[in-house]
């Protein structure tokens, strides 16, 4: 349940005894009303009323003051009890609606409530202290009363905020209420004075209280203003904190792959924690703070080892367990006004004492950094990082509960698992100096190992028995290894075809570091790597893959030019997007293979088994990568220089040779098959007169985009082509030739679409020709034939309509 509703409920409970109060007083007081002169009340009324418009907002509350006290005091003195109450009644129901732009009936009804119980209170003072005071007593029972009513009303308030805002109670009386005792004893010293003046004069000196009243309310203005400037300064400094909080923030997330989402639910999540834990407004500003700061040492640890999607090495941990120091050290320049830096500093702290970077353990830990241990700890692993995908929430609440008492403190445990479900639902509703030296070459002795493990261990040397009776197999097993190798480097190379150098590459490797799957991503031009050869388990899903470089972990080996070893599979983006797909393969080794340019490729090996890859298989790799990556770059080279030959320049479509070597390849293929396939031609008509009349700018802009339409709208296996000039083809496998209407059509709208784009001219058209095998020809140079005679004689006829045409309009 909130903790918004009990308090709520208490502050109606507490007004309302209020309310029952005010109207036993109300009853006592018109029973027993006494007027001795209704001038005289009639006109402390009217002053009464006029000074309640002088009232005044409270810093840092939402609470109102006024100067109505001096009536009451006076009321005490000179009045009865019931007209007393009256005064006090009308001027803060006046109050309450003059000038007033959020009157609340709660409000309204605790401020007409608090006021006939905290005359009572006055009067039932000044009675006890005139009765037992002797010499003298009038003006201390005047300061008895000045207190007591003080003291009434300012306790009141402060019981109604901690009730609905739940600050503390004695530090909102002390800040907010206790700076107006003095002017309570001036006030009582000034109705004394009147009283005095009365008493010699007459009432209607009490005329003289409105100068010292607005002198009060002025003084009241000034102080709180300049209490307000103050506050506003205070405000300003604070937000600067929080913008410089924020610029550190951003700071981590550039260098780290964490996101502004991550932060938020960490802090959410702390803050509720630390509601719920009882921690002070200091502890809980801190943790504020950290929850958002407390990787700010990652700042300093290498670039490369945040982002690896692996494990970490021995050595790649130690440098990452400097970040909390580094972190502490960074933020001791910012001096924060709470202890943010023992948080940052020991949040790698476990309560066992087997954490990092000081072994601190149970209570020794400051409470802060408790909370973000287990806090961060729980969404870390509901998230996917670099290395592998996030658990379900209750699963990821399930492991930390089970660190319960080894690395986290229990109590925090059993909060966070009592109310994780909600905190999640909560995070999901809501959106520098730096030191001179930084300690980035400490050695920190603490810490065994990371949670994940390490990348690699050292196996343990075996005895000289066991190392004598491998000896023999390890020198044969050497031997055979330097075979493969030689004969695998002596033929990589050899081929231009880079299809046969890939695979050679695959059958040979197999024997030398075992594998379920293998693939070869390219980089590309846009910062792409896409799979070049896939072989293996998964195949279609490694080969669906496109690759940003820096992301996953060929994009990561690709952008650090390092390897890894018995990284996460399904880490690659794209691989595993949807959680109903399951992969079987649980370790990868890559590698990155570099060129005269860069890296122009990532050799990447898969295994089904957890942590399959050793440093013999890494080894090799890197021992074949740099000849693997001057072949792929040979091999690409003469890919690009083979499509620059066998493609159009002006359209980037196949040319005429490069058609007819298709089609001979594809009418071989359906003569074993039995299936048919279809040419077209398609010649744009009066092309020449389109150059004449637009240039021929726009006319090379014609046919490039009805090669792009063409290309556009043809399948994977479609095959078109320029022949020259303004005519184009398009083989068709597979095409029966009742579905050629469908072809021809599709033809003409593209050339309409063209010519709108070009000059808004929707009277661009083509003549189309087509042949099919085998019922037109044999050979390609028979099938092109067919469709090219097909595609003149509609020409003719075409031409013959419009000369016809033209010959009716001259008749005419």
């Given at each position: 349940m909130s903790t918004r509703l009990p308090r709520e409920r208490g502050a109606r409970l507490f007004i309302g005894a209020l309310a029952l109060g005010a109207l036993a007083c109300f009853a006592f007081a018109a029973l027993h009303w006494q007027s001795s002169d209704p001038i005289k009340f009639a006109c402390y009324l009217a002053l009464a009323l006029l000074a309640s418009s002088l009232k005044i907002k409270l810093p840092g509350i939402n609470g109102t003051m006024s100067v109505n006290f001096l009536f009451i005091l006076l009321g005490v003195l000179e009045l009865s009890f019931g007209e007393t109450l009256v005064i006090g009644f009308a001027a803060v129901f006046a109050q309450c609606y003059w000038r007033a732009s959020n009157s609340r009936p709660i409000h309204v009804i605790f401020n007409l409530?608090?006021?006939?119980?905290?005359?009572?209170?006055?009067?039932?003072?000044?009675?006890?202290?005139?009765?037992?005071?002797?010499?003298?007593?009038?003006?201390?029972?005047?300061?008895?009363?000045?207190?007591?009513?003080?003291?009434?009303?300012?306790?009141?308030?402060?019981?109604?905020?901690?009730?609905?805002?739940?600050?503390?109670?004695?530090?909102?009386?002390?800040?907010?209420?206790?700076?107006?005792?003095?002017?309570?004893?001036?006030?009582?010293?000034?109705?004394?004075?009147?009283?005095?003046?009365?008493?010699?004069?007459?009432?209607?000196?009490?005329?003289?209280?409105?100068?010292?009243?607005?002198?009060?309310?002025?003084?009241?203005?000034?102080?709180?203003?300049?209490?307000?400037?103050?506050?506003?300064?205070?405000?300003?400094?604070?937000?600067?904190?929080?913008?410089?909080?924020?610029?550190?923030?951003?700071?981590?997330?550039?260098?780290?792959?964490?996101?502004?989402?991550?932060?938020?639910?960490?802090?959410?999540?702390?803050?509720?924690?630390?509601?719920?834990?009882?921690?002070?407004?200091?502890?809980?500003?801190?943790?504020?703070?950290?929850?958002?700061?407390?990787?700010?040492?990652?700042?300093?640890?290498?670039?490369?080892?945040?982002?690896?999607?692996?494990?970490?090495?021995?050595?790649?941990?130690?440098?990452?367990?400097?970040?909390?120091?580094?972190?502490?050290?960074?933020?001791?320049?910012?001096?924060?006004?709470?202890?943010?830096?023992?948080?940052?500093?020991?949040?790698?702290?476990?309560?066992?004492?087997?954490?990092?970077?000081?072994?601190?353990?149970?209570?020794?830990?400051?409470?802060?950094?408790?909370?973000?241990?287990?806090?961060?700890?729980?969404?870390?692993?509901?998230?996917?990082?670099?290395?592998?995908?996030?658990?379900?929430?209750?699963?990821?609440?399930?492991?930390?509960?089970?660190?319960?008492?080894?690395?986290?403190?229990?109590?925090?445990?059993?909060?966070?698992?009592?109310?994780?479900?909600?905190?999640?639902?909560?995070?999901?509703?809501?959106?520098?100096?730096?030191?001179?030296?930084?300690?980035?070459?400490?050695?920190?002795?603490?810490?065994?190992?990371?949670?994940?493990?390490?990348?690699?261990?050292?196996?343990?040397?075996?005895?000289?028995e066991d190392s004598s009776q491998d000896f023999l197999s390890s020198i044969a097993a050497a031997r055979q290894e330097s075979q493969i190798l030689f004969e695998l480097t002596q033929e990589l190379g050899t081929s231009l075809s880079l299809g046969d150098t890939l695979s050679m590459l695959s059958a040979r490797l197999k024997r030398l570091v075992p594998h379920e799957a293998m693939a070869v991503y390219v980089v590309r031009k846009d910062d792409l790597l896409v799979p070049e050869y896939v072989n293996g388990d998964n195949f279609r899903l490694f080969s669906s893959l496109k690759i940003p470089i820096g992301e996953g972990l060929s994009g990561w080996v690709a952008q650090n030019n390092k390897p890894i070893v018995n990284g996460n599979p399904s880490v690659e983006p794209g691989y595993l997007n949807d959680p109903t797909k399951y992969s079987t393969l649980c370790s990868a080794l890559a590698v990155p293979l570099e060129g005269v340019s860069g890296v122009v490729a990532v050799l990447a090996l898969y295994r089904a088994q957890q942590d399959g890859f050793s440093k013999d298989h890494l080894r090799i790799l890197l021992a074949i990568g740099s000849k693997l990556g001057f072949a792929i770059e040979n091999a690409l080279k003469s890919r690009i220089a083979e499509r620059s030959v066998a493609s159009d320049q002006l359209t980037g479509l196949a040319n005429s040779k490069s058609l007819f070597l298709y089609l001979d390849r594809e009418i071989g293929r359906c003569a074993r098959s039995g299936l048919p396939v279809g040419v077209f031609l398609a010649d744009i008509?009066?092309?020449?007169?389109?150059?004449?009349?637009?240039?021929?700018?726009?006319?090379?802009?014609?046919?490039?985009?009805?090669?792009?339409?063409?290309?556009?709208?043809?399948?994977?296996?479609?095959?078109?082509?320029?022949?020259?000039?303004?005519?184009?083809?398009?083989?068709?496998?597979?095409?029966?030739?009742?579905?050629?209407?469908?072809?021809?059509?599709?033809?003409?709208?593209?050339?309409?679409?063209?010519?709108?784009?070009?000059?808004?001219?929707?009277?661009?058209?083509?003549?189309?020709?087509?042949?099919?095998?085998?019922?037109?020809?044999?050979?390609?140079?028979?099938?092109?034939?067919?469709?090219?005679?097909?595609?003149?004689?509609?020409?003719?006829?075409?031409?013959?309509?419009?000369?016809?045409?033209?010959?009716?309009?001259?008749?005419?």
């Open positions: 409530s608090q006021l006939p119980l905290g005359t009572a209170v006055a009067f039932g003072v000044y009675r006890f202290a005139s009765t037992h005071i002797a010499n003298g007593g009038r003006p201390l029972a005047l300061l008895a009363v000045a207190i007591a009513y003080f003291a009434f009303n300012t306790l009141v308030m402060s019981v109604i905020i901690w009730l609905t805002e739940g600050k503390p109670l004695l530090k909102v009386w002390s800040e907010c209420y206790f700076w107006s005792f003095p002017y309570y004893l001036v006030g009582a010293a000034i109705v004394g004075l009147v009283s005095f003046l009365n008493a010699r004069i007459g009432w209607q000196a009490a005329l003289l209280v409105l100068p010292p009243v607005f002198l009060i309310y002025r003084s009241y203005r000034l102080y709180l203003g300049k209490l307000e400037d103050e506050k506003k300064h205070a405000e300003q400094v604070s937000n600067l904190h929080m913008r410089t909080i924020e610029a550190l923030a951003l700071a981590i997330e550039a260098k780290d792959d964490t996101t502004h989402e991550h932060l938020q639910r960490v802090r959410v999540y702390a803050m509720e924690l630390a509601k719920e834990l009882g921690l002070n407004e200091d502890e809980t500003e801190a943790l504020r703070a950290a929850s958002v700061l407390h990787d700010i040492g990652k700042l300093a640890v290498p670039e490369h080892i945040i982002s690896k999607p692996g494990r970490l090495t021995p050595e790649e941990f130690e440098k990452m367990k400097i970040h909390p120091i580094i972190g502490a050290e960074i933020l001791e320049q910012v001096e924060f006004p709470y202890p943010v830096v023992p948080i940052v500093r020991s949040h790698h702290e476990k309560w066992d004492g087997t954490g990092y970077p000081n072994g601190l353990s149970g209570n020794a830990i400051p409470i802060g950094a408790r909370i973000l241990a287990a806090v961060d700890c729980l969404d870390a692993l509901a998230s996917d990082r670099q290395y592998r995908r996030g658990l379900p929430l209750d699963e990821a609440m399930a492991r930390v509960a089970a660190e319960s008492g080894k690395s986290f403190d229990p109590r925090v445990v059993e909060v966070l698992q009592r109310r994780y479900v909600q905190l999640e639902k909560l995070a999901h509703e809501r959106p520098l100096k730096t030191p001179a030296k930084l300690s980035k070459d400490v050695k920190v002795e603490r810490g065994l190992a990371p949670a994940a493990g390490f990348a690699d261990s050292a196996k343990p040397v075996g005895r000289a008509d009066k092309f020449k007169q389109i150059n004449d009349r637009l240039g021929h700018l726009q006319g090379d802009k014609l046919l490039q985009l009805f090669a792009e339409g063409l290309r556009n709208s043809c399948r994977e296996y479609d095959y078109p082509a320029r022949l020259g000039g303004d005519e184009f083809a398009i083989v068709v496998p597979n095409l029966r030739e009742t579905a050629a209407g469908e072809i021809a059509e599709r033809l003409r709208g593209i050339a309409t679409w063209a010519g709108q784009n070009v000059s808004a001219d929707k009277t661009v058209t083509v003549t189309i020709g087509q042949a099919f095998y085998p019922a037109d020809g044999m050979s390609a140079e028979q099938l092109l034939a067919a469709a090219d005679r097909r595609m003149h004689n509609s020409k003719a006829v075409h031409n013959d309509d419009d000369a016809s045409e033209r010959l009716i309009g001259v008749r005419k």
